[in-house]
């Protein structure tokens, strides 16, 4: 399981290796105390910690000296879609039972300011020779994006398996050499 907190969108995806197994809307932080981007992971998980982080608490690996920011349910739904938290991602507390169930400690966390590229007309620029692997990408569907036959994408990222790539991972997308 990977999630991705996308804040300009306000949107929490939930991805089982390739597939997604749940979109959800979110809360995030407000401008005074925003919400950081980034790439982490949950370092602990809460039934019912009670006040207002609702039903469940998923705490994540971002450090701070203002206490731990997390993914969490809320008893003010009303701010769902919102900017207003102090830095945590909230959810209807409905929503974050089931993520809760699905993810383990551990879990990847990727936190996005910007628009996924399935949501976007996305082209590669010509000067950039490689795609950074998104959680819920497949080769087939950057072969499409980029306009790269996938035999090429295998070949030039030495690839025996088109399953076997992981978010993070870079790609090689063009053979044009950079100097």
Request: with cysteine; proline share 9%; hydrophobic share 35%.
């Amino acid at each position: 399981m990977q999630i991705e907190v996308n804040l300009t969108l306000r949107r929490l995806k939930l991805f089982d290796r390739y597939s997604v197994k749940g979109i959800y809307p979110v809360a995030i932080g407000k401008p005074q105390t925003p919400t950081p981007t980034g790439f982490y992971h949950i370092t602990r998980k809460i039934i019912n910690p009670g006040g207002i982080l609702g039903t469940r608490w998923m705490e994540l690996s971002i450090p701070s000296d203002d206490g731990p920011y997390g993914i969490h349910g809320t008893t003010q739904p009303w701010s769902i879609g919102k900017a207003v938290s102090n830095g945590c991602i909230r959810m209807y507390n409905h929503h974050v039972e089931e993520v809760f169930d699905q993810v383990r400690i551990g879990t990847p966390v990727l936190i996005v300011k910007t628009q996924a590229a399935d949501e976007m007309d996305w082209r590669p620029h010509p000067s950039q020779p490689y795609y950074l692997v998104r959680p819920g990408d497949t080769l087939w569907q950057i072969s499409q994006r980029c306009g790269i036959p996938m035999e090429t994408l295998l070949r030039l990222n030495h690839l025996s398996n088109p399953d076997r790539i992981y978010p993070g991972q870079k790609l090689i997308i063009t053979h044009n050499k950079i100097y």
